[in-house]
């Protein structure tokens, strides 16, 4: 590096360099990281995204928005995109949030499942956005206490998301107290262990039926790979979507479901402005919705 690189890596870098982001810049992020996730960022959001984008820009010395986003361009699947798009995706997520589909799951979907199908084998199960692992960690320990077929079927659960940095932590399986607050005492003595310098983590036997992949809804490259699901659990994503995005992303579930299979959505999401080909299936705990057999 030369002495007039360094210097403009200094002033690029310093505090004063990024005050506040125009409204051009805003909207040329707004349309990159649409294009990149399918989330929609609204003026209302605006604090929000400026925010952390001028933290990008300082940390990395990047003299534009426009010139950040050609350096993520070039490394799409490189660190910096790790790393923001860590910042900017939600991550608000805790254990047995809203349970009722689980139950539904147990006494309702499964039991109805498994007897139109053929064989044996596996139930697999999709968690998408896994986040940092609650949602099916919170499946699996659903599944081992309160489903009887479980030792006759066995389940494979994959937990996936786009931010590769919080998958890390979901595999790590270790949380502090407030995201087990909805836990019963009994079920969090029994599948988790107190580590000696705070927090809890996942028993091996819980971990061992979750595996977690990176996988981005919105694009077809990420996401083809994934198929075959007998049930899939796609909550709170949508609502960040417009309503190409979520015909988009409706569409990908719809394909990697097997015939029969469900999906289960967040209680704020629905596809009534969406056409689809799932039908509506109101069990006693939830509305689900189904992809037709041939």
């Not at 937990?159 to 399986?173: N, P, T």
Request: with cysteine; hydrophobic share 35%; proline share 4%.
């Amino acid at each position: 590096m030369t002495s007039s690189d360094a210097t403009f890596k200094t002033l690029s870098t310093s505090p004063a360099a990024f005050v506040s982001l125009t409204d051009e810049d805003f909207q040329l992020f707004r349309s990159f990281f649409y294009h990149v996730s399918g989330i929609q960022y609204s003026n209302a959001q605006r604090y929000y995204v400026d925010k952390r984008l001028i933290a990008r820009l300082k940390v990395t010395g990047e003299s534009s928005v426009s010139a950040y986003l050609n350096e993520l361009k070039s490394d799409p699947l490189g660190e910096e995109m790790n790393e923001l798009i860590h910042l900017m995706t939600v991550k608000q997520t805790y254990f047995f949030r809203e349970k009722y589909q689980f139950e539904c799951l147990v006494h309702s979907i499964l039991p109805e499942y498994v007897n139109t199908r053929s064989g044996d084998k596996a139930i697999r199960i999709w968690s998408i956005p896994s986040s940092s692992g609650d949602e099916p960690y919170s499946i699996a320990i659903y599944l081992k206490e309160f489903w009887r077929e479980l030792a006759r079927y066995g389940v494979e659960i994959t937990g996936s998301d786009l931010d590769e940095r919080i998958l890390e932590v979901a595999r790590q399986g270790q949380y502090a107290k407030p995201a087990l607050q909805a836990l019963p005492e009994n079920l969090l003595r029994k599948y988790f262990t107190e580590r000696p310098y705070g927090g809890y983590e996942v028993n091996k036997e819980i971990k061992a039926l979750v595996k977690f992949s990176t996988a981005n809804i919105h694009q077809t490259d990420l996401t083809q790979k994934f198929h075959d699901f007998d049930v899939i659990f796609c909550r709170n994503l949508l609502i960040y979507f417009d309503d190409a995005s979520r015909k988009k992303a409706i569409h990908k579930l719809f394909n990697a479901l097997k015939p029969g299979g469900f999906l289960c959505l967040g209680h704020s999401e629905s596809l009534s402005r969406i056409e689809s080909e799932f039908e509506i299936r109101r069990f006693e705990e939830a509305l689900v919705y189904q992809k037709p057999k041939p």
